[in-house]
């Protein structure tokens, strides 16, 4: 039923959140570079599904959970460690699209690596950066992460600010910024979210993230920006 649900609204052209404002500009027929950044759990074919003519990017300090496939989608990877290494092998105003998907959080130089990977950006590129909310330290623990600390890999909390200005100090204006809630797939998995809730609440005392539970209570923020044209 679930799979069934998400191919309708994929026909629909329903866009994940992360997507929308990038398929405005480009959608399925135009050919684009993106970079992303943390391209684990086959992030690459993801992209890949909505942007067929895009050329995809990785950058990560290691293979987390891909495939030969998403490896073979890719244009390149950047093997690179954030903390330790620099950005120099990555080309300065190539990328139309740079997406950071829950990677500031595993970091202590963020605002850093924000500001170096807006270098990379051409002149009316888009950064989409995602993280966990300064609200998520008051949120329930749950089996696989709903309160911040959750997570041993996370050492740093941001805030939209401090993300916000990071772009702003390197010449991103702001389009949007906020909490990541898709309403309309809240709605449709409801109820199958409310029965394994309970069945895991019963089996392991626990919430279980999953089925939305990130969007229920606006466990993620984000913060999109788009680099200023050169005068």
Same mark, same amino acid.
């Given at each position: 039923?679930?799979k069934r649900l998400k191919k309708f609204l994929k026909k ?8 929308r404002y990038i398929n405005k500009l480009y959608g399925k027929?135009? !050919? ?34 891909? %495939? ?28 139309? !699209? ?5 990677? !500031? ?35 329930? %623990? ?10 041993? %890999?996370?050492?740093r909390i941001y805030d939209i600010k401090d993300i916000a200005?990071?772009?702003?100090? %390197? ?22 979210? !409310? ?37």
């Open positions: 039923m679930k629909c052209n329903y866009c994940p959140i992360k997507f027929n135009k !050919v684009f570079n993106i970079l992303d950044v943390g391209c684990g759990n086959d992030s690459a074919l993801y992209f890949k599904d909505w942007f067929p003519k895009a050329d995809s990017y990785g950058l990560d300090n290691d293979n987390y959970n891909n %495939s030969k496939k998403s490896f073979d989608i890719m244009k390149q990877f950047y093997n690179i460690d954030l903390v330790k290494n620099s950005l120099d092998i990555v080309p300065d105003n190539f990328f139309d !699209v740079i997406s950071m998907n829950h990677v !500031v959080e595993h970091l202590p130089n963020s605002i850093a690596v924000v500001k170096n990977l807006s270098k990379k950006l051409k002149p009316e590129g888009q950064f989409y950066v995602e993280f966990p909310s300064t609200n998520s330290l008051s949120f329930p %623990s749950a089996i696989g992460t709903l309160h911040f600390c959750d997570d041993d %890999s996370h050492i200005n990071a772009m702003l100090e %390197s010449d991103i204006k702001i389009i949007k910024a906020g909490k990541v809630r898709d309403y309309l797939n809240m709605i449709i998995f409801f109820p199958r979210c !409310v029965i394994s809730q309970i069945k895991s609440w019963k089996k392991h005392k626990k919430l279980h993230v999953k089925d939305f539970l990130w969007h229920y209570f606006g466990f993620c923020h984000y913060v999109l920006g788009e680099k200023r044209k050169k005068q």
